[in-house]
């Protein structure tokens, strides 16, 4: 039985589409009967086909921030120039997830563990046989959403014209293995959480409340939240404001956090503990991104505390012509939340001139 | 009962004494009808009482870093020189604390709220009773240490001739709240803790495993435990070293801080959470450090990921002629352990100018 949890729904998220792919075999054993992708477009393909955008979400997003934050007639990511394919990546609460499907051998505790490369081929699968798309513009990520562009571009150097990587890695650190661990076993600690057979998201708010506190403090920076930079921020939720930190963090990261799914939240987990383009190489991360022919900038954000700009520059130096385009924000990580005018024209101007660049 | 903790001994810290002061009230309320504190000195007291440099400790630390680490013959804080008093602050384990006091009224989870100001109001009173040190060359500490050393400077100005706040501020930030929220939930979550009245600290291993995995991700960085610096590091167990970086983190920092006392740090968490100046001025954090007369040199760590130098350079630029001296680590705030030679140097580099310098 699937669990109700109204966070995943078009009325929250925005409207999108569930995508049949049919059987899908797991690179780590697994099989889902029956993938489903949930999937939102904006403009229009071209006759060309030519014109089309990949976008894969980050963890604990969906296609919501970027229709809100990122695309829009004028921005970089114009849907009156191009055909924009946001695809919620698998695990995430909208495409096939442990607390969504109605397959009983992969339901909570029982789904199967996904890779990048799961989501990357399922991608691929999706473009060609719903769109007929073979080639893509650009394909454009943020965070977990990065390390699936970079999948794509080492996997289908010749579907993918052009890459950007925004505030993520093509191999995971160290750092972010364990960092992602902590949030898990925030989770995973709470007794509520039952092994992942909790009856509903609600139950599991302990767990959810210290994931959320991790993320406000490794999400963010000491500078956001000593500026009172937050002070000036819409509400999530109408009526429920901030006047201090406090208050913010409960209206915001734990708010937000609590109304998502404990299950969601540890399959993307274990896959982003797991993102590394080597593997396409026998581990040689200089060969796997060697393999990389799409015109390619790494933009990492300047203050993000676990994708520094410095992890991103040494990838960037292994890839064939990338070029490093570093992305101005007092919000660390969530800076990808586009709190800032500054940040968001830093974006576009960069995205634009990927664009327009010959390839 | 006090429990049992070989980690809190002189065996594994090295030698102190204990000195009783009495009847000591706190800012916050409680009283301890006899607070002692675990002192460890080393080198002389001058006839003219003037060669005397107090050492603050650090949240979870001891005496023990100090003179494994920082002081030494030859080194800045020279024993042949200098008469050094390292004191355990209030609550670490060695000092009066939860887990070892007789006082039942005070013992475990009845243990009252302890400030940075009363720790510094029990070091001025055990110098000046103890010592008749009425006059410090230099006050120097890391971390909860700086937040002493700032305390020290600000509260008692004609009795620090020098100051040292090394990776650490005179005024605790919102993220380092929170940041210090998320390391003690990870304690008060597991169900073992039971409100502060565990029979052993080895019963509450779950949650201090998770609690130092939250240091192993905010106290070190993404490039400390990328390059790899960590496998030439010796073990802190004989035997139980480590090859990968799961195993440095099993070795190191798990088996470091599941020795310790989780209501020692629990105290210690709600200590560093309230350090703050400004309490000595009303609130107002530019009076507070405009009464510092101290010489100061503020010594952030240049990758501390939660005391970062634009910090701790703002406090430095609203204190009287104090110096900002950025100090080079790979290992973010853990570089207080003084893992790299350059790191000392530079410690050492600083510290001995300073205590040259004419005051």
Redesign the interface.
Known sequence: MPLENSFYTAEMQGPYVTVPLGRFELEEGGVIEELELAVATYGELNKAKDNAILVPTWFSGTHATWWQVYIGPGRALDPEKYFIVVVNQIGNGLSTSPHTTGDASIAMERFPHVRIGDDVRAQEQLLREKYGVERLALVVGGSMGAQQTWEWAVRFPDKVQRAAPIAGTAQN???????T??LM??IT???AWAGGRYTSHADVA?GLR?HA??W???G???????SGFWKDLPPVVEGLGWST?EEF?QNFTRLLFGLMDPNALLTMGWKWQRGDVARNAGGDLAAALGRVSAKTFVMPIDSD??F?P??CEAEQQLTPGAELRVLPSIAGHFGLFGFEQTYLDAVDAHLRELLEAEV
């Open positions: 650190t160290p750092h972010d293995f364990l960092f661990q902590t076993d925030a600690s709470d007794p302990d210290r506190d991790i406000a403090v490794m963010l920076t000491t500078d956001f939240w000593k930190f963090q505390m676990f520094p410095r992890d």
